[in-house]
C-alpha cells in the first residue's frame, strides 16, 4: 500500500494542480474584486468555495478518463473505420459522434440553468427554449456540432481550405442575425445562438473529433497537411448558431410577440401563451409566483374574487396546490406571505393568528439546507445518460464495425468510470460554486455605478413596533426615517421603508443597499470600472486556460519558430478581454449585439481573405480553446446575473463578443508575422546574392 501511494499521490498531485491552475487566477480576482473593490462579502461564502472544490476534482477525474477511455476509443475507430467502409459510414459516425459528444459536455448544463432569469412576456420565443424546450435547444446544439464534425472529416479527407465554409457560414450568421435584429423575438435568442457555438468547444469534442479526425487523416496518408488538427473547432463554433437561429425560426411562428404584463395575461391571449408552459398548472403556478399584481389580477379577468375562488380551491386539494405551486412543504401557506392581500391570507390561514404563528416559525426555521442526497442523485442520472450515450454507440462501432479488440481494457472502463463521476462531480461543483459565483459578482457589478439591492442578505424581523422607528434630518431639512438593529454584537441603522412593513404579520422586510460607489455624479466612472474589470477578468483568465498552453506549443512548432507560444497567448488573451469587456459593455449600455456582431464579422472576413491557409486555421480555431469549462459557466452567469441588475430582457452575448476578438488580434499578428518573416527571407537572399 505504501509503494502503492507514493506512486498514485504525485500522479494524482499533478492532475489536481493542473486544474488548480485553471481556475485559481479567475476566482482569486472575482472574491477580491468583489470584497475588496466593491466591499461585499461573499454571501454564503462556505458552499461556493466547497463547490469550487467540487469543480476542480470533478474536472480533474473528467479529463483523466476521458484521455484513458474515450480518446483511445476515438482514435482506435479513426483510423480503423476508414479502412473498412466508404466516407459515407465515416461521415454518418462523425455526425452521431458530435451529436453524442455535445450532451456530454459539461459547460452544456449551464444552458439548462439560465431560464430562470427570462420573464416570459419579455422574451417569449427565449422563455420557450430555455424553459419549455431546453432540450431541444441542447438537442439543436448537438446537430449544428454533428454536422460540423462531418464538414470536418470532409476537410481532414481532402485537404480542403478551411477558407470557403467560414465564408459561406459566417455569410449565412450575418444575414441571419440582421433579420434576428428587426424580429423583436429571434432578436431575444440572438445572444443566446451565438453563446452557443462558444459552449460546444469544450473538453469533450474538441479532443473526440480530433483524435477520430487525425485517425482519418493517417489513414488516408494526409496527416502532415495543413488542414491537420485545426479547422474543426471552428466549425463546431459556426454550425450550433446556426441550428439554434433554424430552432428559433421553427418556433418564432407559434409564440406571441413581446409585450406588456398586462397584455400578456390577458385572457384574449390566453391560446397564445399556452404553448410556452407544459400545462395549465405549469402556467397558473408561473402566474402567482412571477407575474406582479397587475399580471395576476390581468390573468383572472381583473376579478379578485375569482382569484380567491382558484385560491380557495388549492386550499381545499393540497395535491392541486402541489402541482401548481411544487413539492416544497406549505407552499400554498409562503405564497399567501409573500403574495397574498390580507382577505386571501385569511383563506388559506383561516386567521391572522394562524398566520402569524406560522410566519414566525417559518422565519426561525427559513435557513436553506442543502439536500445533498438529492444534490448527489440528479447530477448522478444526469453524468450516467450524457456519458452512457456517447459511449454505447462508440463500443457499438468498435465491435461490430470496426472489429477490433480494445487494447488495455481495465483502463478504458476505469476512463469511462472516472468520466461519469468527475461529470457527476463537476456538475455540482457548478450548482454550488461557479453559478452562484458568477452571478452574485455580475448581480453586485452595478453597485459601481448605482444603487442596487443584495437580495441574497434579505432580512425579516419579527414581532416589529414601528414606535422604534426614529427621525433623522439632514442640512437641507429633509427628514429620512430609520431605526437601529443588534446583529452579533454590533449596533448598526438601517432605512425606514414603510413598505417593508406588513401589519397583519407584524414583520418588517428589508434588504441592504450598495452603491453607487462612485457617486451619483460618476456614473461614467463606475461603468469604466466594471468594463476594465471585465477586460481584466479575460485577460488573466485566458491566460490561465491550459488549452491555450497547449495549443501556444503546437503552432509555435508548427510555424518553426516564427509565430512564438507567447506571443500567441498574450494576443489571445487581449482579445478575449477585449471581447469580454465589450460583452458587458453591451448589457450595462444595452448596446444592439447586431451593432457588436455585424461589423466585427464583416472586418474578419476581409483580414481571412488577405491572410494566409494556416493562420486561418489557428486563429479561427484559437476562439475555441479560450471557452473552456471553467470560463463558461462563469461569464454566463456573470451576464445574467448582471442583466438582472441592469433591468435588461437577457444576459447574453458576452461569450460571442469573446470570441471574436482573439479571431482577430491572431490573424492580424499572422499577418504582422508573415510579413517579417518573408522580409528575413529577402534579406537572407540579397545577402547571399552578394556574397
Given at each position: 500500500m505504501k509503494q502503492t501511494l507514493a506512486l498514485l499521490l504525485p500522479y494524482i498531485k499533478d492532475r489536481i494542480m493542473t486544474q488548480v491552475k485553471s481556475v485559481w487566477l479567475i476566482i482569486i480576482y472575482l472574491v477580491f474584486f468583489q470584497a475588496f473593490i466593491l466591499k461585499i462579502p461573499v454571501f454564503n461564502a462556505s458552499v461556493i468555495s466547497a463547490g469550487i472544490g467540487l469543480v476542480v476534482?470533478?474536472?480533474?477525474?473528467?479529463?483523466?478518463?476521458?484521455?484513458?477511455?474515450?480518446?483511445?476509443?476515438?482514435?482506435?475507430?479513426?483510423?480503423?473505420?476508414?479502412?473498412?467502409?466508404?466516407?459515407?459510414?465515416?461521415?454518418?459516425?462523425?455526425?452521431?459522434?458530435?451529436?453524442?459528444?455535445?450532451?456530454?459536455?459539461?459547460?452544456?448544463?449551464?444552458?439548462?440553468?439560465?431560464?430562470?432569469?427570462?420573464?416570459?412576456?419579455?422574451?417569449?420565443?427565449?422563455?420557450?427554449?430555455?424553459?419549455?424546450?431546453?432540450?431541444?435547444?441542447?438537442?439543436?446544439?448537438?446537430?449544428?456540432?454533428?454536422?460540423?464534425?462531418?464538414?470536418?472529416?470532409?476537410?481532414?479527407?481532402?485537404?480542403?481550405s478551411l477558407k470557403p465554409f467560414i465564408y459561406i457560414f459566417l455569410g449565412a450568421l450575418m444575414l441571419l442575425t440582421l433579420w434576428a435584429a428587426f424580429d423583436p423575438n429571434l432578436n431575444n435568442i440572438m445572444g443566446l445562438a451565438w453563446d452557443c457555438g462558444a459552449v460546444t468547444t469544450g473538453p469533450v469534442t474538441v479532443p473526440l473529433v480530433l483524435a477520430l479526425g487525425i485517425g482519418i487523416s493517417r489513414m488516408v496518408g494526409k496527416a502532415d497537411s495543413g488542414a491537420t488538427g485545426f479547422g474543426v473547432v471552428t466549425l463546431a463554433s459556426l454550425l450550433p448558431v446556426?441550428?439554434?437561429?433554424?430552432?428559433?425560426?421553427?418556433?418564432?411562428?407559434?409564440?406571441?410577440?413581446?409585450?406588456?404584463?398586462?397584455?400578456?395575461?390577458?385572457?384574449?391571449?390566453?391560446?397564445?401563451?399556452?404553448?410556452?408552459?407544459?400545462?395549465?398548472?405549469?402556467?397558473?403556478?408561473?402566474?402567482?409566483?412571477?407575474?406582479g399584481n397587475e399580471g395576476r389580477l390581468s390573468f383572472f379577468d381583473g376579478d379578485n374574487l375569482k382569484l380567491s375562488e382558484y385560491l380557495a380551491n388549492l386550499a381545499v386539494s393540497r395535491d392541486k396546490a402541489s402541482a401548481v405551486l411544487g413539492d416544497e412543504p406549505h407552499a400554498l401557506e409562503l405564497w399567501a406571505l409573500k403574495y397574498g392581500t390580507e382577505d386571501q391570507r385569511i383563506l388559506i390561514f383561516g386567521s391572522l393568528d394562524n398566520m402569524r404563528r406560522f410566519a414566525n416559525n417559518y422565519v426561525e426555521r427559513n435557513k436553506k439546507e442543502i439536500n445533498i442526497r438529492d444534490l448527489i442523485e440528479r447530477n448522478t442520472v444526469v453524468a450516467l445518460k450524457a456519458i452512457g450515450l456517447l459511449i454505447l454507440p462508440l463500443f457499438l462501432v468498435l465491435f461490430f464495425l470496426v472489429r477490433e479488440s480494445v487494447p488495455y481494457p481495465d483502463e478504458i472502463f476505469l476512463g469511462i468510470f472516472f468520466c461519469i463521476i468527475g461529470f457527476a462531480i463537476f456538475n455540482m461543483g457548478i450548482e454550488l460554486g461557479?453559478?452562484?459565483?458568477?452571478?452574485?459578482?455580475?448581480?453586485?457589478?452595478?453597485?459601481?455605478?448605482?444603487?442596487?439591492?443584495?437580495?441574497?442578505?434579505?432580512?425579516?424581523?419579527?414581532?416589529?413596533?414601528?414606535?422604534?422607528?426614529?427621525?433623522?434630518?439632514?442640512?437641507?431639512?429633509?427628514?429620512?426615517?430609520?431605526?437601529?438593529?443588534?446583529?452579533?454584537?454590533?449596533?448598526?441603522?438601517?432605512?425606514?421603508?414603510?413598505?417593508?412593513?406588513?401589519?397583519?404579520?407584524?414583520q418588517y422586510q428589508y434588504t441592504p443597499v450598495k452603491g453607487p460607489l462612485f457617486g451619483s455624479d460618476s456614473a461614467a466612472a463606475g461603468i469604466l470600472v466594471v468594463i476594465l474589470f471585465a477586460f481584466v477578468m479575460g485577460y488573466g483568465a485566458t491566460l490561465a486556460e491550459p488549452a491555450l498552453n497547449a495549443l501556444g506549443i503546437t503552432v509555435e512548432e508548427y510555424t518553426a519558430g516564427a509565430f512564438k507560444k507567447s506571443l500567441l497567448m498574450q494576443a489571445v488573451a487581449v482579445g478575449v478581454g477585449t471581447g469580454i469587456a465589450i460583452g458587458v459593455s453591451k448589457i450595462v449600455l444595452s448596446i444592439p449585439l447586431v451593432w457588436i456582431l455585424v461589423p466585427s464579422y464583416a472586418l474578419l472576413i476581409i483580414i481571412t481573405e488577405i491572410s494566409t491557409e494556416e493562420f486561418v486555421n489557428i486563429g479561427w480555431d484559437s476562439a475555441g480553446v479560450t471557452t473552456g469549462p471553467i470560463t463558461v459557466p462563469l461569464v454566463l452567469a456573470m451576464g445574467l446575473g448582471l442583466g438582472s441588475q441592469v433591468g435588461v430582457v437577457e444576459g447574453f452575448?458576452?461569450?460571442?463578443?469573446?470570441?471574436?476578438?482573439?479571431?482577430?488580434?491572431?490573424?492580424?499578428?499572422?499577418?504582422?508575422?508573415?510579413?517579417?518573416?518573408?522580409?528575413?527571407?529577402?534579406?537572407?537572399?540579397?545577402?547571399?546574392?552578394?556574397?
Open positions: 476534482i470533478g474536472l480533474a477525474l473528467f479529463m483523466e478518463g476521458l484521455f484513458l477511455g474515450l480518446m483511445r476509443m476515438g482514435s482506435i475507430i479513426g483510423g480503423g473505420l476508414p479502412k473498412k467502409y466508404p466516407m459515407a459510414v465515416v461521415l454518418f459516425f462523425g455526425l452521431i459522434l458530435g451529436f453524442l459528444a455535445t450532451l456530454a459536455e459539461p459547460s452544456i448544463q449551464i444552458l439548462q440553468m439560465a431560464g430562470s432569469s427570462v420573464k416570459a412576456w419579455e422574451a417569449p420565443l427565449l422563455f420557450l427554449l430555455l424553459n419549455r424546450y431546453p432540450h431541444y435547444l441542447v438537442w439543436a446544439v448537438g446537430a449544428g456540432v454533428g454536422t460540423a464534425v462531418c464538414l470536418g472529416m470532409v476537410r481532414f479527407y481532402y485537404s480542403v446556426l441550428s439554434v437561429f433554424g430552432l428559433g425560426i421553427f418556433f418564432s411562428v407559434s409564440v406571441p410577440q413581446p409585450m406588456s404584463e398586462k397584455d400578456f395575461f390577458n385572457k384574449d391571449n390566453r391560446a397564445a401563451i399556452g404553448m410556452l408552459f407544459e400545462d395549465n398548472e405549469a402556467l397558473f403556478g408561473y402566474v402567482l409566483t412571477e407575474a461557479l453559478d452562484k459565483l458568477g452571478k452574485q459578482v455580475g448581480a453586485r457589478l452595478p453597485s459601481s455605478f448605482k444603487t442596487i439591492e443584495l437580495t441574497e442578505e434579505n432580512k425579516t424581523i419579527i414581532d416589529f413596533d414601528p414606535g422604534i422607528i426614529q427621525t433623522a434630518v439632514s442640512t437641507d431639512g429633509k427628514g429620512y426615517q430609520f431605526f437601529y438593529i443588534e446583529e452579533a454584537g454590533r449596533i448598526t441603522t438601517v432605512p425606514y421603508n414603510p413598505e417593508g412593513f406588513d401589519g397583519t404579520t407584524r452575448g458576452i461569450l460571442a463578443a469573446a470570441s471574436i476578438y482573439p479571431i482577430l488580434t491572431v490573424l492580424l499578428l499572422g499577418i504582422y508575422v508573415n510579413r517579417k518573416r518573408s522580409a528575413s527571407l529577402i534579406r537572407e537572399s540579397v545577402e547571399e546574392r552578394e556574397q
